[in-house]
């Protein structure tokens, strides 16, 4: 895992290399083991380093090929590189050295840009070809690696991160308005828009092609589902169950490939228990596991946390997040995002992160995707029940399986049946709108933009981020079954625009931390897309396959648990001396200043935040995302954006 920048366009050569340090130096955290520039003609790459393949100087980069006219700056990794490199070594070529860069180097010089496909990992990067004087850039098929570019006065410019962009003159920007909207309905923008004005980013599973002064952008590959009612796999349960463990088995020991040690997040609920059980028997020689604990019983997994461990035998490492500590590095948590949020769930992450790098360790694994792909949130769950009232209007019976689908919620289990089905929206939503699912969702966020200012709304006028959502979406996707198109909203938008963003590379990464994804290995996203909706979700029983594949590692503690979801206190969280910047952010004069609120509306916010009357998901909501949107502009919209290092509070 490392840090990219560079250019394309008429720089002077003296200028340039100076710019590609500022650059490189603005996202020096992500690559703490090293640092390269190439400048060529009308070109330069620069590359911070995070080494964890092959260790020697020889995997450094920008890398060349032999006779220097292909050059490559490379973030992430590429699992399968071993076997490609015995491909490629079958068709006659020869390796300088042992390093996963050097295989996707020789790959585009033999196979052109559409080698990307044959990659099986998380990885963005740029390749220039100095002999079509053409410039590639691809990103992994999940969105797990962030690639920001823009183009300013005639040059082309990209980065890991948006920090890095700022440190070429000249280069001004704001907040997009249409971003903002996004990210106060679907928790985040819609790729390629960033929360910056002219500022875009590469989309998952895309590659771009920047050449004679123009790019051009093409998927190379997309997630699909079979058409509702069509048998595409007949085999029985248990011959999928076999499968599936053989797939996750094989994610688990290629993403296990490292020259340094590789450890695993261990929170506690079924997927991070499946891949840290899978990642220790592969670990002779032993295994450490790591999570986040929290004082508030509301959000704490320790005591699933410690039986998982016990039974695993893992050396296991746990810090506690208390309200003070989200408040004390939420700015820091804003910086790296580059993006307003809604939640406080990623400052933990960060402080989990800055654990394993204390503990000497650059790589975990991670059980992320798992509830996309094998339908595990509640918000699938949700969606049947609305669809079974739907179908016996003003049943009292029906919507009180709500309840049981949010038992960790205490509050929703003393309400009326009435109120239930109000609050769940059953009955309100065409069961043939694409958005069905999610509609809930989009409405009770969006409510936190009744704290929008007056010209914040008239700049964004009519516009409707859920419509937009829907035209993104497949031609096929009306002749999916409904779950499949929950999943697919769910995997190919908040998946790479919130989870793996915000709450994935950037925490880890701010503190040279790589995170790697067994259940987003491509194999088996495409194996899950196919098995039948029924093995999914099994009546209200979230992942049944997949639990029915791993039983046997998980004490039945861990395995027949139900879905808790991951959370963090929100504005409960900055009531403390930790918080103190927050009356500052969220004085009326400074959200005036920055035009984008009601300031009376958020003073009382405030106000209710200080007697703790915030309980509501809509005002938690507008709180964090105020504040978050505060802290953002006062980063990057002024000239503290410069900053190549944390903001101190």
């Known amino acids: 895992m490392c840090g990219i920048a560079g250019y394309l366009g008429a720089l002077p050569p003296d200028e340039a290399a100076m710019l590609l340090q500022r650059m490189c130096g603005a996202i020096a955290h992500r690559g703490p083991d090293g640092q ?64 996963d860069t050097e295989v996707v180097l020789q790959l585009y010089e033999e196979m052109g840009p559409d080698f990307v496909s044959l990659l099986n990992g998380d990885f963005a990067f740029a390749i220039w070809d100095e002999g079509r004087r053409r410039m590639l850039l691809a990103t992994d098929r999940m969105g797990v690696r962030p690639l920001f570019h823009t183009w300013h006065r005639g040059t082309f410019y990209f980065a890991s991160e948006v920090k890095a962009l700022f440190q070429v003159p000249g280069i001004e920007t704001g907040i997009d308005p249409v971003a903002l909207d996004q990210i106060f309905t679907l928790w985040a923008p819609i790729a390629p828009r960033t929360a910056f004005k002219g500022i875009s980013e590469l989309p998952p599973a895309h590659v771009m092609i920047v050449e004679n002064g123009e790019t051009r952008t093409h998927p190379y590959w997309s997630l699909a589902f079979p058409e509702d009612g069509e048998t595409v796999d007949t085999r029985s349960e248990a011959e999928v169950a076999t499968e599936l463990r053989a797939l996750l088995e094989d994610a688990t020991r290629i993403r296990l490939r490292a020259d340094v040690e590789v450890g695993s997040f261990l929170s506690g609920g079924l997927d991070s228990s499946i891949v840290s059980a899978l990642a220790a028997r592969m670990a002779p020689a032993g295994f450490r596991s790591f999570a986040v604990t929290f004082e ?104 009180q399986l709500f309840r049981k689908i949010y038992p960790y919620l205490s509050s929703l289990q003393q309400q009326t049946p009435e109120y239930l089905a109000a609050f769940f929206g059953a009955g309100v939503d065409a069961p043939d709108d694409p958005l069905f699912s999610h509609r809930p969702r989009f409405r009770a966020t969006a409510g936190a933009k009744m704290f929008f200012s007056r010209e914040l709304r008239e700049e964004i006028g009519d516009y409707d981020a859920a419509e937009e959502l829907s035209s993104r979406l497949p031609e096929a996707f009306p002749r999916w079954h409904p779950l499949h198109q929950a999943q697919y909203i769910e995997t190919r938008f908040l998946l790479p625009g919130y989870i793996l963003s915000s709450q994935g590379d950037r925490m880890a990464m701010a503190h040279g931390v790589e995170t790697r994804f067994p259940f987003l290995d491509h ?36 395995s027949k648990r139900p879905k808790q979801p991951y959370r963090a206190p929100d504005s409960a969280s900055f009531r403390g001396a930790a918080a103190t910047y927050v009356e500052e952010m969220l004085s009326e004069q400074a959200i005036s200043a920055a035009g984008l609120f009601n300031p009376k509306a958020a003073t009382k916010l405030l106000e209710k935040s200080r007697r703790g009357d915030l309980r509501g998901f809509r005002d938690n909501a507008a709180f964090v995302g105020i504040l978050s949107t505060q802290l953002w502009s006062r980063e990057f919209s002024s000239p503290s954006r410069q900053r190549s290092h944390e903001p101190v509070v």
């Open 36 to 99: 390269g520039i190439h400048v060529g003609r009308d070109v330069g790459l620069g590359h911070r380093r995070l080494s964890i393949i092959d260790l020697s100087p020889d995997g450094a980069q920008p890398m060349r090929n032999a006779d220097g006219t292909i050059c490559i700056a490379y973030n992430g990794e590429v699992f399968n590189y071993l076997e490609l490199r015995e491909m490629l070594i079958a068709r006659g070529r020869r390796f300088r050295t042992a390093s």
């Open 523 to 558: 194999r088996l996203v495409e194996f899950a897309a196919g098995i039948p909706p029924g093995m999914k979700l099994r009546g209200l029983r979230e992942k049944h396959i997949l639990r029915a594949a791993t039983a046997d590692l998980l004490p039945s503690a861990i």
């Open 296 to 399: 508030d019983a509301e959000f704490d997994e320790s005591a699933y946390q410690q039986i998982m461990a016990r039974a695993l035998g893992t050396q296991h490492h746990a810090i506690a997040c208390g309200p003070e500590d989200i408040a004390s590095v939420f700015p820091a948590v804003v910086w790296h995002m580059e993006r307003p949020v809604l939640r406080t769930a990623p400052a933990p992450l960060y402080q989990l992160s800055g654990l394993l790098r204390e503990q000497g360790l650059k790589v975990v694994l991670s059980g992320e995707g798992a509830d996309e792909i094998f339908a595990g949130y509640d918000i699938f769950k949700e969606a049947r029940i609305r669809r079974f009232c739907a179908r016996q209007p003003g049943s009292k019976i029906r919507p």
